[in-house]
Structures are given as C-alpha cells and as structure tokens.
C-alpha cells in the first residue's frame, strides 16, 4: 500500500511558554508527556475517553499549537481512495517536463 502525503494546517497557534520552561507551570489543567528531547505533547482526556485536543510544546522555544485529529482526520478524507490514486498519477506539466 502506497500512502499518501498530504500538509496538515488545522493548527492553532496558542500564547508561547517562556523558552525552556516546565509547561506543567503555565498549564494547570492538561496532563502530558515528552516525545523527544525538544517536543512534550499535553491533552486533556485519560485514555478511556476521546481525544478532543492535542497541544505541541517545542520546549527549546515555549512555541505551543493546539490540533484537533477529528478535524485532521476529517480534512484529510480518504488519501488511499481509488479516484484520487488515479488523479495523482497523472503528472502535471512540471513533473512531465522531468
């Protein structure tokens, strides 16, 4: 199966944390964890429940956005759809020119 790309924009930009900053004291509310040395991912739901929301933390900055996958995924459709493989192989006159 060949996936498909697609740029994802349905982000929200939040008010940044200080840089370097411990998030859990500028957030109350939110529980989270580390992804890597430089991204900590905080939601507001336990696992049992629907994830409504995510916000992305880029520690080294305080640059905080807030995405919400049922919008993405709804934004996204279905990549993997017959018509839109056989729309995507045709090659547009840049890539012909290759």
Not at 27 to 39: A, E, H, K
Not at 70 to 93: C, M, V, W, Y
């Amino acid at each position: 199966m060949r996936l498909k790309k697609k740029i994802v924009t349905d982000a929200i930009q939040l008010e940044n944390n200080p840089p370097e900053s411990n998030p859990y004291h500028h957030d109350l509310y939110n529980m989270g964890q580390d992804q890597g040395l430089d991204l900590h991912m905080m939601f507001g739901n336990h696992a049992s429940e629907p994830c409504r929301y995510l916000i992305l933390i880029q520690k080294s900055t305080g640059k905080r956005f807030k995405i919400e996958p049922e919008k993405i995924f709804e934004s996204l459709g279905d990549l993997n759809h017959p018509q839109r493989e056989q729309h995507e192989a045709q090659p547009t006159q840049e890539e012909g020119k290759e």
